[in-house]
């Protein structure tokens, strides 16, 4: 019993510190605004393995979306923004605002509005992560 308790102990001292919940609330904030039709800035730059708090701003009187499939895919999202989050897509209303806590991983990822026509009217972007 001794024995094994001193062995559970151990293993905890050992868990590897990347089994940490990140720091969450040190995690830079990134504005992103979403346009009629547009984002700012097109190309979002990230540090990879950083938390950061994706501080989505639709600026126009009509819905948009923040649609990042493989993004959001490879990311590591804060558990109570992941229903933000849906099919890789952030749906956002008229002036609707939302954040979304993650650590995400190196790449380059493509950004989109997967409304009718808002990709062809420009409204497309890129995530690049390093
Ligand atoms: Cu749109």
């Known amino acids: ?3 094994s308790l001193t062995l559970a102990f151990l293993t905890l001292a050992a868990a590897p ?16 605004t979403l346009a009629n039709f547009s984002y700012a800035p097109a190309t979002i730059r990230l540090k ?4 950061v ?4 701003v639709n600026s126009a009187s009509g819905g948009h979306d923040f649609t990042a499939v493989q993004f959001f ?8 923004d992941r229903n933000k989050v849906e099919e890789g897509e952030v749906e956002l209303a008229g002036h609707e605002s939302a954040d979304i806590a993650l650590v995400p991983k190196a790449g380059r990822y493509p950004l989109k509005c ?10 497309s ?3 690049v992560v390093q």
């Open 125 to 127: 972007g890129e995530i």
């Open 73 to 80: 895919d490879a990311a590591a999202i804060r558990p109570q």
């Open 48 to 51: 990879a393995g950083q938390p």
């Open 1 to 3: 019993m001794r024995l």
């Open 17 to 32: 510190a990347a089994a940490q919940a990140p720091d969450w609330a040190h995690a830079q904030r990134v504005d992103v």
């Open 114 to 123: 997967s409304h009718s026509f808002h990709k062809m009217f420009g409204m």
């Open 53 to 56: 708090v994706l501080h989505l």
